[in-house]
């Protein structure tokens, strides 16, 4: 078994950027409205506020809080706002 090499620094001496996060599931706003926070937690700030019927992708999970976004992660929403995304 090879053992992994940590990234070696640029020229500017930064490390190599860390790889995309890749979603694991699409889920729907079922709530009239959903606060997307800026970390998982009912009194963290709040970034915007989504729709019903708007989709998000997810990223993360921590407890019943989902990291949500579009092509990367954004924010975080509850799980009790959301349900799996159907397809259309």
């Not at 699409?26 to 800026?38: C, G, W, Y």
């Not at 992708?57 to 976004?69: H, I, P, R």
């Amino acid at each position: 078994m090879a053992a992994s090499i940590p990234s070696a620094p640029t020229e500017s001496g930064a490390a190599a950027p860390a790889p995309k996060a890749v979603a694991r599931e699409t889920i729907e706003v079922r709530a009239q409205a959903a606060n997307v926070r800026k970390d998982a937690g009912a009194n963290a700030p709040v970034l915007r506020t989504a729709r019903k019927g708007e989709r998000f992708a997810v990223f993360s999970q921590k407890d019943d809080w989902l990291e949500v976004g579009d092509k990367q992660p954004a924010g975080w929403i509850h799980r009790s706002l959301v349900e799996q995304a159907t397809e259309r």
